[in-house]
């Protein structure tokens, strides 16, 4: 039901099937007004190569129940893609209580036919902690209760999502994805952050994500209930999210606010559209200020849609070419509280080990590098450890170690005479992982890593005591190192030479003519 | 001819006039060939909104002379719009020679209504020196050859461009503009840089527009010749180019890659299309790459100028928000030897004092900091130089400051109660713009600033040298800092104090109590 085609960082390509169904993870589920339609299913499927909607089974129960049980719910949302039902529980955090019971929603899910199910939950929000105890006691109560119900009637077509709540509050948070791990559901859905990214807080937002994806495992699906925008797709996807829900493309146009991968502009104050989608390409921003509200309406609805999905084609191409952490790196620019956000991810050890460990050991494109912080990246984390591991920290080198600059050839006869021995083994400096042995220097990652100069100089005492560490693992006896036509790779084997000096290891620094 | 009517660093939006003929700059002019039109020029203008193209008046001279002349140029391209002719420099550069005169040339452009004309040049391309002062001095005979043909006959009904040759020999680059702003040109145009963007030599790419603008001033529009890629494009206008062609979109084509803002991607290692245009939201990859190689080149390089197009917008709407250097941080990261270029940019003192003088005082939308380079941005430097001297530096403060935390309010009775007196001043710390004085606090840009808690903690050593900087400047005789519940910025308060105390100035630090 749930397979996993490809994966970079905790981010992953996966198929989702339900019966004859399937869909493609990362997943973005427009939210459907059962009522209104303001923008059809099946516009977003002809236009947008929509795969699955979501809707609202507790609407549809109480206005629309007997049409959708005769007629199902694809039929009547004129949809044949996959259909999520939310059961109800946002009416709860909205108006206090719904007037059905957990069985009552669970047996209307199967009977409409929904493809994947989300049992009566009561919403955490953002709220104290009593309350949130409360609601994570209470949703865990109706999941019992809504299992119990699917058992005793013998029907479970759907998939069920369990749907995990305590908030902000974090252990609160884990206890109920603890819990409900045993229980037997399908996926993973975890509640109401829309508070959290409507006050712009990331890093609480990434961090209840990273809290339930390690208590899960990555087995299945995680659900993210009404992930709003754009700019927050390829995060809430680098830390494991596979599928969400959003409103928001219509909630923003009602507001006339036009969504972008980078933010939110006012419609009164766009000159021009930075957009190339259908509806952009056909009008201006003022012929659009002219039209009724109504249409006006539905285009920017329409535009905010365009934008969504062209976002997640954009992260599943940064999945695929390996460069998912770039995009999160370009992203983080959209906004300062995002990219604070972003900086907890970069110093968060064991969630870098995680990312590490998920992703693959080779991409279809190069690693491009650009400031300290680049340097974190599970790739070149991964990529220094195993330098170390499997090459320095391996018995049996020589004694002599030549160091060229990344950038110089040099013949063998040339380095006898600099070495005065036949035997030696040859790195090079000046790359961003410190010394590449030579033999090395044409695999992956360190032939496709682009990085600029300047990097290297900014980050030279770093790179320095990396390669102290390389030597001392290596156990060489004397280090030739041959200096650069360039400044920067001079000074950089100047303070090598110099600190290796220090700790009394024998090195000799070579002109470079 | 032409008219600027807002900028931000020395990007600027202008509307160029030619007779009735109008378009809007930073301008792009997609390259069309004569021959064939393999995209028509009628097509970039329903579909694009193109107001401008260019294209070749040596092989139209060559190949449809007459029919040219008698139908003219823009009838002959089924355009309505500016057309600019190239004058053939080009294919000096490519085949060595061309059969025609400057002064035939010149007169043909006129015959055949081009809007905007260039002189037969001789393009430096990149040579070496003694080459290149060839090309200058061929160039500049050229012109004189042309403005005396145009003079003698009696016409100049098209905008003249003068062709700036040099290359990356700077001296050289400059000497030719400075000949050439005399002579009485409508607009420049610097020559060749295509083998550096092919080379992604970006940094000299810069350093010629920055070489070039300085001695061409700011009344008159600047065009590049064959600014490819929609990559570059942020940072060209940003340094100061108005217009730019390029035949990109078509050749990209042919070789079957496809175009985005941070890159660009082989058709054949596409999965997803990250765009929205009409092209990528009508076709799948797969359906791409089964048309027939003719109507699959025409889809791409569609989908190129969609690309280049949404780009101008992007910029064009950057500018009017004064957010171009956000959008210029952003783009850095498409590859890091644009990295590195912007990096020259961020490091260049005269250029970044050239960029604050052109940037307007203030701007609509807020500012967005991110790292320690976003503190580089002009807005900032001229921000902190104006509190420094309108401000602080000015006569007649009161002998006591207080110090409060930037998102602290306290009551005008607890505050007298701290300093023990009833005059005093009272300004807010933990700002990237060290101290705020209360009274403009909710001034522009100070109260416009979003930054990320990690900026003020990682430039804390600077902002604790500014604030001592301003604090000395106004002379105040006791500081009195009211602490705060957040621990970075009690950090920063005990730091001042230390700085303050080690100084020899009165400082006194309050518990946040």
Redesign the interface.
Known sequence: MFEILAGDLLGRIGRLKVGSRRAETPLFLPVINPVTQSISARWMEE???AEAVITNAYIIFKRLGERAIEEGVHKMLDFDGIVMTDSGGYQVLEYGDVEASPEEIALFEEEIGTDIAVPLDVPTGVCGRERAEETVEKTLKNLERTLNALRERGVRRALWAAPIQGGTHLDLLQRCAEQERGMGFDLYALGSPTPLMEGYRFEKLFEMIYVVRRIIGFGRPLHLFGAGHPMIFPFIVALGVDMFDSASYYLYARDERYITS?GT?RID??????????VC?DI?PDELRGLEREERIRLIAAHNL??C??EI??I??AI??GRLM?LL??R??????L??AF?WIMENEELLKLMEDNTPLSS??GI????ELSLRRPRIRRARRRLMERYFKQPGHEKHLVLLPFNRGMSFEKLKTIVGEEVFEVARYGTPYGLIPDQLRYTYPFSQT??????IEEVSDDLVELMVEQIRAGGYERIHIVGSRSRYLRDLASKLHEALHKLGICSNLIDWN
Chains 1, 2 share one sequence.
């Open positions: 236009n947008l190569g980078a502009l104050r766009i000159d021009y559209f930075p957009c190339s989608c259908p390409s201006t365009y934008a999905f062209r084609r954009e599943k191409q695929r070419d770039e790196e370009m983080a620019r959209s906004h300062p509280r990219y604070q900086r279809r494109r491009n590098l650009f400031d682009n990085y600029p100069r300047k990097l």
